[in-house]
């Protein structure tokens, strides 16, 4: 018997039934992206752009403070949309050019972590051997290691400089992007096209770079999301300790700690930069986990 595509003529049905009768069985659509999902990315368009265009949004100075008794802790007004600090610095002024130095940080090392992890994990998957078990062997003995503490040691020595603390997170987020590219590598380079690809004398940067690299793109992708939340998270960490940018160069990070550190902090000083965190960091990892399921990246099909 033939199978005949059901019409929207003859039965009258919608499209959408029209297109699930004609689907391959056993194939389902690809799953959608939530409101939810897309509140997450205008929260982190916001930032951004707030962050990219913060000095044409005639704010005070973030470092400048007013030296007056009334302005020290002052609560919001329309002066100070968010108050002061107990140096009498716009916290407002203070949270945006903070969120300029927490995303710098975050792109910046997540960069860096791409570009050598994610380079290493598919050199090695694709030439296995001794190559891929010494770097996965060195990989996993960093994975091991406590990063936290031996980024603190390093910038004690180093300096707290922002170049600085970019280097020190994208080195150790190295790892993770490496084993997530070698897995993701390691799927594809077994695959019919690539055995096809080798048999015809294609050489191992062209089987990289046009077989393998855009099958790898997606788990990638996903997996970076993570990785910048984690450093953005990190960053704050060391902010926090006072192993951060130098007060009084402003970051989230730097801001909890001062508040945490002021009896006489207001509310909303407390909360700005501890809410500003928290809601980026929920939707960098939300977005990821979406971008994730779509492109059917988990780790137990890698």
Request: net charge neutral; with cysteine; glycine share 10%.
């Amino acid at each position: 018997m033939l199978d005949i595509p059901v019409t929207t003529v003859e039965q009258g049905v919608s499209d959408a039934e029209v297109a699930a009768a004609n689907a391959q069985p056993g194939t389902t659509p690809p799953k959608r992206f939530g409101f939810f999902f897309w509140c997450c990315l205008g929260w982190l368009a916001l930032i951004a752009l707030v962050a990219i265009f913060a000095g044409m949004l005639h704010l005070d100075p973030p470092n400048a403070p007013y030296y007056t008794p009334i302005a020290v802790n002052a609560p919001p007004s329309f002066a100070h949309w968010l108050g002061t600090d107990d140096s009498s610095r716009d916290v407002l002024s203070r949270l945006v050019y903070g969120a300029r130095v927490s995303l710098v940080i975050g792109l910046l090392g997540t960069a860096i972590g791409i570009g050598i992890g994610g380079s290493l994990g598919m050199f090695s998957a694709y030439v296995r051997g001794k190559i891929d078990a010494g770097l996965s062997f060195v990989m996993y003995i960093f994975l091991a290691f406590p990063a936290i503490i031996a980024v603190l040691c390093i910038l004690e020595f180093w300096g707290h400089t922002e170049s600085h603390i970019v280097v020190i997170l994208g080195l150790f987020s190295v790892p993770f992007i490496y084993r997530v590219t070698r897995a993701a590598t390691l799927a594809c380079a077994t695959k019919e096209y690539v055995t096809a690809a080798r048999s015809q004398g294609a050489t191992a940067r062209r089987v990289l770079a046009k077989d393998i690299f855009p099958n790898v793109i997606p788990a990638l992708i996903a997996y970076t999301v993570f990785t910048f939340g984690g450093i953005i998270t990190t960053e704050g960490a060391l902010g926090f300790l006072g192993q951060s940018v130098q007060i009084p160069i402003s970051s989230w990070g730097n801001m909890i700690g001062e508040a945490s550190g002021d009896l006489n902090a207001t509310l909303v000083f407390i909360l700005a930069p501890a809410s500003a965190l928290f809601l980026t960091l929920v939707a960098l990892n939300y977005a990821g986990e979406q971008i994730r399921l779509r492109f059917d990246t988990s780790e137990q099909k890698l």
